[in-house]
Structures are given as structure tokens and as C-alpha cells.
């Protein structure tokens, strides 16, 4: 059969038709497949569900995006087999999770969210970012201390330098005359980038804060030691002596020295006063846990006592103190040299000298450091230089107290001689036979130091928080006597504390703006625009000023009340004992719908159970 060429290409075109449609049917075939084993949904309350199996990086990134509605844009690079079952997680997460494993990241900006290679991710990071330099100021750590403890949160770009240091000591020196040195407040200037730096400001928050204080009250006693004490006063301890048991301060002494003290009063063991070789004082002592003067009160009562000295020192935790009451002896210091001698006019400290250096520990606890010493001294001249001489008793000791308890150190003596010398005139001049008319009486005065030191924890924010209480109170008192005021009156003290509360608030000064606005309203409470500034700084309404201050104020005291004290009350008739008691405070509280909370308004009981 004869074929024509049109006839023929006709053909060939048809067999090529049909080759692509069963090709086209078979793509379309494998992509069924391929999306049956791949699927991705994200769910009404935005989580993502994903199972998907050995499928295309890039085409689980396209079912993301539409499933999401986020855009995504792939790098050229981005090429990997991802097999992943995800339920219930973010879209984040989901994207975070197939892209780590595979070595990728993403970075987002604005809309889009561009997926890279991790090593390219870094590089891009890496350009954008930029170091900066931010000043930290030091209120009580130390600057060359803040930088040493940064130190490992510095990148290798970082630096920290710290400024303003202070010379130790207090002894001006000739070089630093007419210096020009900057008074520098404590500073670290830091340079890193922005991550590190808010790791730094962190860290610096957290260890530049306020250190307690303590105050030491101390007292040096000097005691006459006789016959009847000539070991000194014995202070082997009764533990917690409580003075409040004696009968009277007056007669503490004698009630001491018979025994007659209640039995119920802790002592952990008891020694004897005064021990000698006539026999035992009878004097018994503790240790002095409150009502000092009734121990100075019985200690005199045993033998002449003086006070010395009674110094108040308030130093801050683990810092040193020195107290010193006695003499300095001026001596030349010679130094020669082999072209010139120099001479220079130094002191030897004597007398009574006390250092000590307290240590806070928890539960109101303090370690006292302590360094009593009692010295004695003289300058010897000699042939062309001068040598001093010193006789020292010292005891260096760390005892731990609780917070207003009184340490009690003796044991350091201190002898005075005093010769002399009576003759009757020529008589007792004339030899062998002047010796019948004249005598000699040689007197040792023997004395005993005694240090007694009361270490005290001040409460700083406690303190300061009663004081703004009292501030409160003093002005809500003040404004409340505004109904004895002419108008006029009124309406200038309320303005005066609109343009203040206006002023702090744009200042910045929220608390203190909201302070002021609230002495303005409980003058005239009817101010729409000091009532929208304190809704705006979240202010309580008004009226419930006052009792929110009472009952502030009420906690704080039951809070210093330690939990021993608090007694139980009594159980009822028929009650289990053991059961659980609650004890019932009364609470002022004002009458609903009060317009005015300030001085003089009516008040009502409300009561509030607490369990024990």
C-alpha cells in the first residue's frame, strides 16, 4: 500500500501525541502518590500536624507556606529528603524541626522568611553584627572586682574596662599633692555585642546590690581587781541569762549573789565569781542577752567599775573596725643612707585598742572577727637613736551571736605601781640609825579590761519602709483637717498637687506621680484628670487607701513577731487538742460607699482568721 509523506507525518505526529499523554498520565500518577505519603495541615487553632516520607525538602517547605499562608523563599542550595511526623506544634516549631536536622536554618524579616544553609546563616548573623558600648554604673561593687566576674561573658570582640578606683587608706602621701585626678564614680565600660551586653547588665544586677549593716555597740570596762577577785571576773557562762526575771534592777545583785533566781531560767551551767584563796565570791553570771544596764548595775556591785569608753560603730558586712583609746608615743625613725641621713617623726599606738570585723549569716546570725589588745609602752633614749618598747596583751577569737546579744571578753590586766617614801626630816638621813625613822609602803593597783561588744543587724528597707508609712500617715492626718480650711485653701493645695503629680509624670517619675495624685483626690475627690492618671499608673481607688495602709502596716508587724511567740489559743470545751486554731484579727475597715478615706473617717471592724 502505497503511503503518501503527508500521510506519514500525520502518523509519526499522532504516535508522539499519545506517547506524551500515557507519559503525562504516569507524572501525574507519581505525584498522587507522592502527595498521598506527604501531608501537612495546619489546624483552627493554628498548630501544625505533618506526616510526611522520604519527600523533597523544598516541596514540604510549598506545602508549609500554603498550608501556613507564610512566605517562604528557598536558597538555590536548600536540597535534602525529609521523613518527619509532627503533631500539635507551631508553625515555628515545624520549621525550626525539619531544617535543623538537614543542616538549615531560616532567617525572618518582615513577611518572609528566607531558608539557608547553617554555615550561611552564621555569615549573615556574623556581618550584621555590630558591637556597641554601654556604661555601667556601680553603687556599692567594687569596679575592678564587677570586671573580673564579666569576664567569661565577653565575646572575643569584648572588652571591659573598669574606672574609678579608690586609694586605700587615709594617710595623704607627698606625691599626690595638687594632683588633678577626675572623681570618678564606679564604672564599667563595656564594648560586646548587644547579646552579651544584656547578659552583662544582668549579671551586674544581680551582684551590685545594697550590703547590710551592722551596728556594734561597744563597751570597755575597767575593774579593780582585790583580794576577793584576784583571779579576775570569771565569765564561764550561763547561756541566755534573762535579766527580766529579777525582781528589781536594784536589787539584781544580791538576788544574783544568794541564788534566788527562777528556776525556770535557762542556764546551761553556771562557775563562780571571783574565785580566790580565801574562798568562792558566790557570784554567779551569764551571758548578757538584753537589759545591759542591769549587768553594769551587778558587776559594780562586786568591785569598782569605770567606763572607759562606750563607742557606737555602724560598718558594713565583712568590713573592719578599729576603735583605740590610749596614747601615741612620737619616736624618730633614722635612715641613713651612704649620702644622706633622714629622720622622720613616727608613733607607737597604746592603751586600749579594739578591732573587729563582722560576718552576716543566715536566721539573723553574725560572726564577730574580734582583736582586743592592751598595751603598754615607753621610748628608751639611747646614744644617737631612740628605741621604742611595748608590752602587749592580745587575743585574736571569732565567736558566732545572735543578732543583740552581747559578747563579754576580759581577762587583760593591767598593773600600776605606785612607791612610797616617808622620813622624819635629818632623822632619817643620819645611816644604819635613819632607817627607825623612816618607812616605805609600795602599792600594786592591778586592773582588769573588759570588752563587752553588741552586734546589731540594721534592717535598711524595713526601716525605710516604716518611714514611708509614716510619711503616708502623717499626710493623710495633715490633709485630713482640710474641713477646718476655707475654700480657696482647698483649691490651691489640691492645685499644688496636680502640677506636682503632672510634673513627675513627665519626668518619668511614676511612684511619685502617683503619690501626689492620690494626696490630690483625697483633697477634692471629684478630678476626672487625676482620676484617669491614677487608673492609667494602676492606682486602688481611693477610698481604700487608708485601710490598704492599716493593714500593710498591721503584716509587716506580724511578720517581725517570730513564729515561737505567736501562742496558740486555748481549746474549746470538746475540742481535739492538736486541731488546727486560727487566731482573729481585727482590721478597721471603712463603710462601703465612703466617698472620702482621709483623717476622721467612720470606720467599721472587719476581721480576718489567720491559721496559726
Given at each position: 500500500?502505497?503511503?503518501?509523506?503527508?500521510?506519514?507525518?500525520?502518523?509519526?505526529?499522532?504516535?508522539?501525541?499519545?506517547?506524551?499523554?500515557?507519559?503525562?498520565?504516569?507524572?501525574?500518577?507519581?505525584?498522587?502518590?507522592?502527595?498521598?505519603?506527604?501531608?501537612?495541615?495546619?489546624?483552627?487553632?493554628?498548630?501544625?500536624?505533618?506526616?510526611?516520607?522520604?519527600?523533597?525538602?523544598?516541596?514540604?517547605?510549598?506545602?508549609?507556606?500554603?498550608?501556613?499562608?507564610?512566605?517562604?523563599?528557598?536558597?538555590?542550595?536548600?536540597?535534602?529528603?525529609?521523613?518527619?511526623?509532627?503533631?500539635?506544634?507551631?508553625?515555628?516549631?515545624?520549621?525550626?524541626?525539619?531544617?535543623?536536622?538537614?543542616?538549615?536554618?531560616?532567617?525572618?524579616?518582615?513577611?518572609?522568611?528566607?531558608?539557608?544553609?547553617?554555615?550561611?546563616?552564621?555569615?549573615?548573623?556574623?556581618?550584621?553584627?555590630?558591637?556597641?558600648?554601654?556604661?555601667?554604673?556601680?553603687?556599692?561593687?567594687?569596679?575592678?572586682?564587677?570586671?573580673?566576674?564579666?569576664?567569661?561573658?565577653?565575646?572575643?570582640?569584648?572588652?571591659?574596662?573598669?574606672?574609678?578606683?579608690?586609694?586605700?587608706?587615709?594617710?595623704?602621701?607627698?606625691?599626690?599633692?595638687?594632683?588633678?585626678?577626675?572623681?570618678?564614680?564606679?564604672?564599667?565600660?563595656?564594648?560586646?555585642?548587644?547579646?552579651?551586653?544584656?547578659?552583662?547588665?544582668?549579671?551586674?544586677?544581680?551582684?551590685?546590690?545594697?550590703?547590710?549593716?551592722?551596728?556594734?555597740?561597744?563597751?570597755?570596762?575597767?575593774?579593780?581587781?582585790?583580794?576577793?577577785?584576784?583571779?579576775?571576773?570569771?565569765?564561764?557562762?550561763?547561756?541566755?541569762?534573762?535579766?527580766?526575771?529579777?525582781?528589781?534592777?536594784?536589787?539584781?545583785?544580791?538576788?544574783?549573789?544568794?541564788?534566788?533566781?527562777?528556776?525556770?531560767?535557762?542556764?546551761?551551767?553556771?562557775?563562780?565569781?571571783?574565785?580566790?584563796?580565801?574562798?568562792?565570791?558566790?557570784?554567779?553570771?551569764?551571758?548578757?542577752?538584753?537589759?545591759?544596764?542591769?549587768?553594769?548595775?551587778?558587776?559594780?556591785?562586786?568591785?569598782?567599775?569605770?567606763?572607759?569608753?562606750?563607742?557606737?560603730?555602724?560598718?558594713?558586712?565583712?568590713?573592719?573596725?578599729?576603735?583605740?583609746?590610749?596614747?601615741?608615743?612620737?619616736?624618730?625613725?633614722?635612715?641613713?643612707?651612704?649620702?644622706?641621713?633622714?629622720?622622720?617623726?613616727?608613733?607607737?599606738?597604746?592603751?586600749i585598742h579594739l578591732m573587729f570585723r563582722p560576718f552576716i549569716t543566715p536566721n539573723e546570725m553574725i560572726r564577730m572577727e574580734l582583736y582586743p589588745r592592751l598595751s603598754s609602752g615607753d621610748v628608751q633614749l639611747e646614744t644617737?637613736?631612740?628605741?621604742?618598747?611595748?608590752?602587749?596583751?592580745?587575743?585574736?577569737?571569732?565567736?558566732?551571736?545572735?543578732?543583740?546579744?552581747?559578747?563579754?571578753?576580759?581577762?587583760?590586766?593591767?598593773?600600776?605601781?605606785?612607791?612610797?617614801?616617808?622620813?622624819?626630816?635629818?632623822?632619817?638621813?643620819?645611816?644604819?640609825?635613819?632607817?627607825?625613822?623612816?618607812?616605805?609602803?609600795?602599792?600594786?593597783?592591778?586592773?582588769?579590761?573588759?570588752?563587752?561588744?553588741?552586734?546589731?543587724?540594721?534592717?535598711?528597707?524595713?526601716?525605710?519602709?516604716?518611714?514611708?508609712?509614716?510619711?503616708?500617715?502623717?499626710?493623710?492626718?495633715?490633709?485630713?483637717?482640710?474641713?477646718?480650711?476655707?475654700?480657696?485653701?482647698?483649691?490651691?493645695?489640691?492645685?499644688?498637687?496636680?502640677?506636682?503629680?503632672?510634673?513627675?509624670?513627665?519626668?518619668?517619675?511614676?511612684?511619685?506621680?502617683?503619690?501626689?495624685?492620690?494626696?490630690?483626690?483625697?483633697?477634692?475627690?471629684?478630678?476626672?484628670?487625676?482620676?484617669?492618671?491614677?487608673?492609667?499608673?494602676?492606682?486602688?481607688?481611693?477610698?481604700?487607701?487608708?485601710?490598704?495602709?492599716?493593714?500593710?502596716?498591721?503584716?509587716?508587724?506580724?511578720?517581725?513577731?517570730?513564729?515561737?511567740?505567736?501562742?496558740?489559743?486555748?481549746?474549746?470545751?470538746?475540742?481535739?487538742?492538736?486541731?488546727?486554731?486560727s487566731r482573729v484579727i481585727e482590721l478597721p475597715q471603712l463603710e462601703s460607699g465612703t466617698a472620702d478615706a482621709g483623717f476622721g473617717a467612720k470606720t467599721t471592724p472587719v476581721t480576718r482568721a489567720q491559721n496559726d
Amino acid at each position: 500500500m502505497h503511503t503518501s509523506p503527508r500521510q506519514t507525518r500525520l502518523h509519526l505526529l499522532l504516535a508522539v501525541l499519545l506517547c506524551a499523554a500515557v507519559g503525562a498520565g504516569s507524572s501525574a500518577q507519581d505525584a498522587v502518590d507522592q502527595a498521598a505519603a506527604s501531608d501537612v495541615e495546619v489546624t483552627s487553632y493554628g498548630t501544625v500536624d505533618m506526616a510526611v516520607q522520604d519527600a523533597d525538602l523544598v516541596q514540604v517547605l510549598e506545602m508549609l507556606s500554603m498550608q501556613g499562608q507564610r512566605n517562604i523563599i528557598a536558597g538555590r542550595d536548600v536540597s535534602a529528603t525529609v521523613t518527619a511526623n509532627l503533631y500539635d506544634v507551631t508553625f515555628e516549631e515545624a520549621l525550626d524541626a525539619i531544617l535543623r536536622v538537614n543542616g538549615y536554618g531560616y532567617i525572618e524579616e518582615g513577611s518572609f522568611i528566607y531558608v539557608y544553609p547553617a554555615a550561611r546563616i552564621a555569615e549573615i548573623e556574623q556581618a550584621r553584627r555590630r558591637v556597641e558600648t554601654r556604661i555601667f554604673e556601680l553603687y556599692y561593687l567594687n569596679a575592678t572586682d564587677a570586671a573580673q566576674a564579666i569576664q567569661p561573658l565577653l565575646s572575643d570582640a569584648g572588652q571591659a574596662v573598669p574606672m574609678g578606683a579608690v586609694e586605700e587608706g587615709f594617710n595623704p602621701d607627698e606625691s599626690d599633692n595638687g594632683a588633678d585626678a577626675y572623681a570618678y564614680t564606679a564604672k564599667i565600660v563595656a564594648t560586646d555585642y548587644p547579646a552579651q551586653l544584656e547578659e552583662i547588665a544582668a549579671l551586674l544586677k544581680e551582684l551590685d546590690v545594697s550590703p547590710q549593716q551592722v551596728m556594734v555597740e561597744a563597751t570597755i570596762l575597767q575593774t579593780k581587781v582585790t583580794e576577793n577577785n584576784a583571779f579576775g571576773i570569771d565569765f564561764s557562762l550561763v547561756s541566755h541569762l534573762n535579766f527580766t526575771d529579777l525582781t528589781s534592777p536594784l536589787s539584781a545583785a544580791g538576788e544574783l549573789f544568794s541564788g534566788d533566781v527562777k528556776t525556770d531560767n535557762a542556764m546551761a551551767g553556771t562557775s563562780t565569781v571571783g574565785k580566790s584563796v580565801n574562798g568562792n565570791s558566790g557570784f554567779k553570771f551569764g551571758v548578757v542577752k538584753d537589759d545591759f544596764a542591769i549587768f553594769l548595775r551587778a558587776l559594780d556591785s562586786v568591785t569598782d567599775v569605770t567606763v572607759v569608753a562606750r563607742p557606737k560603730v555602724m560598718c558594713l558586712n565583712r568590713q573592719r573596725a578599729e576603735i583605740l583609746v590610749g596614747r601615741r608615743l612620737g619616736y624618730l625613725n633614722t635612715t641613713q643612707t651612704e649620702t644622706s641621713t633622714t629622720q622622720t617623726v613616727e608613733f607607737l599606738d597604746t592603751g586600749i585598742h579594739l578591732m573587729f570585723r563582722p560576718f552576716i549569716t543566715p536566721n539573723e546570725m553574725i560572726r564577730m572577727e574580734l582583736y582586743p589588745r592592751l598595751s603598754s609602752g615607753d621610748v628608751q633614749l639611747e646614744t644617737n637613736y631612740t628605741v621604742p618598747n611595748e608590752d602587749t596583751h592580745e587575743i585574736f577569737t571569732n565567736v558566732r551571736v545572735q543578732s543583740g546579744e552581747t559578747i563579754v571578753l576580759g581577762g587583760l590586766f593591767e598593773e600600776q605601781t605606785t612607791m612610797s617614801r616617808e622620813q622624819v626630816p635629818l632623822l632619817g638621813d643620819i645611816p644604819v640609825v635613819g632607817n627607825a625613822f623612816r618607812g616605805q609602803d609600795d602599792e600594786t593597783l592591778r586592773k582588769e579590761i573588759i570588752f563587752l561588744l553588741t552586734p546589731s543587724i540594721i534592717a535598711d528597707e524595713r526601716l525605710w519602709e516604716m518611714g514611708e508609712d509614716g510619711l503616708e500617715i502623717l499626710d493623710a492626718v495633715r490633709l485630713g483637717s482640710r474641713a477646718g480650711l476655707l475654700p480657696f485653701s482647698r483649691d490651691q493645695i489640691t492645685a499644688d498637687y496636680n502640677r506636682d503629680a503632672i510634673e513627675a509624670f513627665r519626668k518619668g517619675e511614676l511612684d511619685l506621680a502617683l503619690y501626689y495624685a492620690n494626696n490630690s483626690l483625697r483633697t477634692a475627690s471629684v478630678q476626672p484628670e487625676m482620676i484617669r492618671m491614677r487608673d492609667t499608673l494602676g492606682s486602688t481607688p481611693h477610698e481604700a487607701w487608708n485601710r490598704n495602709m492599716q493593714r500593710r502596716i498591721l503584716d509587716r508587724e506580724i511578720d517581725l513577731v517570730p513564729a515561737d511567740d505567736l501562742q496558740p489559743a486555748p481549746a474549746a470545751p470538746g475540742e481535739a487538742v492538736g486541731a488546727e486554731t486560727s487566731r482573729v484579727i481585727e482590721l478597721p475597715q471603712l463603710e462601703s460607699g465612703t466617698a472620702d478615706a482621709g483623717f476622721g473617717a467612720k470606720t467599721t471592724p472587719v476581721t480576718r482568721a489567720q491559721n496559726d
